[in-house]
């Protein structure tokens, strides 16, 4: 059974930071794309990173492009978030999201598995 378990998130002042994590099990990342996506209320689901799991081959969306950055851990089946800068703006649900695919894949219907979300505020 595949799972994507995000953690920590919070409540931040803007311009402070904030890292996530998400562990997948039940899923081989060898040959996979894994991602980051968010969403806000009434607001579509947004790409945020993507990484390729073989290669490191990095992906960021055009709004936190030089803030976030996103990483992973091979041994513990980890995908990490780093969000620098952060902004009222960024306010959202963060998802953690896997593909079969291997490669850049910036919309979510590229993914198949998916984390249950967690809670990013940022205040001003």
């Known amino acids: 059974q595949v799972q994507l378990v995000e953690s920590g998130g919070g409540l931040v002042q803007a311009g402070g930071s904030l890292r996530l994590s998400c562990l997948a099990s039940?899923?081989?990342?060898?040959?996979?794309?894994m991602a980051w996506f968010r969403q806000a209320p009434g607001k579509e689901r947004e790409f945020v990173a993507a990484?390729?799991?073989?290669?490191?081959?990095?992906y960021y969306g055009d709004s936190v492009d030089g803030r976030f950055t996103i990483s992973k851990d091979n041994a513990e089946n980890t995908v990490y978030l780093q969000m620098n800068s952060l902004k009222p703006e960024d306010t959202a649900v963060y998802y953690c999201?896997?593909?079969?695919?291997?490669?850049?894949?910036?919309?979510?219907?590229?993914?198949?598995?998916w984390g249950q979300g967690t809670q990013v505020t940022v205040s001003s």
């Open positions: 999201a896997g593909t079969f695919y291997s490669g850049r894949a910036t919309s979510r219907h590229a993914y198949h598995y």
């Open positions: 039940g899923f081989v990342l060898s040959g996979r794309t």
């Open positions: 990484i390729v799991w073989d290669g490191d081959s990095t």
